[in-house]
């Protein structure tokens, strides 16, 4: 829900969402979400929980979550630092889920985003040359991408192909032991958040004089609060002997060493903040979080480099979440765009810097006796594995937050 307890704010915070819905409205986007949220595109709806092993006051749990919609990637992040987890268990999709991270947490995906199909490294799937977009009628190699269904009177997409193998499916119970610092009891000034990001690319449909038009979108999720029910009340009280857990740093290969960086600073307009980054690795969407209550999304980037060619590559992002709330996530409308001029399709290519405007509740200077505001990135990704594209969704990337000094005096603004 919108904030309506600051008036000022709450305005434009409804405002803010207002120009982002309106947008969306304009390109005749069908995947909207409630009228409690700003939502470019919906990946899936999502619920999380942690369970304790033994006793509530041990630090070794097991998360559980699931997801309506078909997914492939997905990290899980908090504000205080995680020292282990296990393989996840995801049903079918046990075999090719892999898992790194270090820090408040941890990124998880895929090998093969195309299978079954081969998508050739640093393309979005296309045939080479790249076709004459957006007329082109070539059949994409991947599973699941689009391709031109008619251009009378206008052009029209659908999906085709076989469905991805290398997903993980609607419904399925995904469960995975983490080990924490301390326990979620020993709550403080600054007790434990917890969150889930999910990645996906979920289709985006829109509204022609020919007909129904659907692309496909590529999302990182806003943050979902992983419940921590079980250890409230008498259940961080009472006794029982704390049980070890099978958690141990994920070993192997990090498919996606993806490295991000960047800052949160006063932005030009009075009570809202900017959010400048860039990564080593090409990116397809982020979502940042942090440990205060944020209730202004990210709008439209504004991407400064070249390395993707030139072009402005924040034009199709857009951005979506629950506000107030710990965040937003961003993505594509259409992933598999291509052209001379973005060669990388719809990304931030690495290397380029993104700035865009958010806001938080309050101004995020340092009250005495209050934790320090953090921020995290966490971005999505098909970094080069063998021959073909994975898909990963990062562990958190510390953003730093500076500029704001010290706290003064009196109530918060």
Do not use: H
């Amino acid at each position: 829900m919108i904030n309506t307890s600051r008036s000022e704010r709450g305005w434009r915070g409804r405002r803010r969402i207002a120009v982002l819905v309106s947008v969306v409205g304009v390109l005749g986007i069908a995947a909207l979400g409630s009228a409690s949220t700003a939502s470019a595109a919906n990946v899936g709806n999502c619920k999380a929980k942690l369970v304790p092993k033994g006793s509530a006051r041990g630090t070794s749990a097991t998360l559980k979550w699931t997801c309506d919609a078909t997914t492939r990637a997905y990290t899980v992040g908090a504000n205080k630092k995680i020292k282990g987890f296990s393989a996840p268990r995801a049903g079918a999709a046990t075999s090719f889920l892999t898992c790194s991270g270090s820090g408040v947490g941890f990124g998880c995906g895929v090998p093969d985003r195309a299978a079954p199909g081969t998508q050739p490294p640093g393309t979005t799937g296309w045939t080479s040359p790249v076709p004459p977009y957006p007329g082109a009628t070539a059949t994409p190699l991947t599973c699941g991408g689009f391709t031109r269904i008619s251009s009378t009177p206008v052009n029209r997409n659908g999906i085709v192909g076989a469905p991805c193998t290398e997903v993980i499916a609607g419904g399925t119970l995904v469960t995975q032991n983490i080990k924490l610092a301390a326990s979620p009891c020993s709550s403080g000034k600054d007790p434990l958040q917890l969150y889930l990001f999910v990645g996906g690319e979920p289709p985006v449909t829109s509204f022609t004089t020919g007909g129904d038009s659907t692309t496909v979108g590529e999302f990182v999720t806003e943050p979902i609060p992983v419940s921590l029910k079980a250890y409230k009340g008498k259940s961080c009280r009472g006794g029982g002997a704390q049980q070890s857990s099978s958690v141990t740093q994920a070993a192997g290969v990090n498919n996606f060493p993806v490295s991000c960086s960047g800052s949160i600073r006063p932005a030009t307009t009075p009570g809202d903040q900017k959010l400048s980054f860039s990564c080593n690795q090409t990116i397809r969407g982020w979502a940042l979080y942090s440990n205060k209550t944020i209730d202004l999304p990210g709008d439209e980037p504004i991407v400064s480099g070249t390395a993707g060619g030139g072009a402005n590559e924040g034009a199709l992002e857009q951005c979506s979440g629950t506000f107030p709330g710990a965040g937003f996530g961003c993505g594509q409308v259409d992933r598999q765009t291509q052209t001379a001029l973005l060669p990388n399709g719809n990304a931030l290519s690495g290397g380029n810097t993104a700035e865009q405007t958010i806001g938080f509740d309050s101004t995020p200077c340092q009250r005495k006796g209050q934790p320090k505001t953090k921020a995290w990135l966490v971005a999505i990704g098909e970094p080069v594995i063998g021959n073909s594209a994975g898909e990963y969704t990062s562990a958190p990337q510390s953003i730093g937050v500076s500029g704001f000094g010290k706290c003064k005096g009196g109530k918060k603004k």
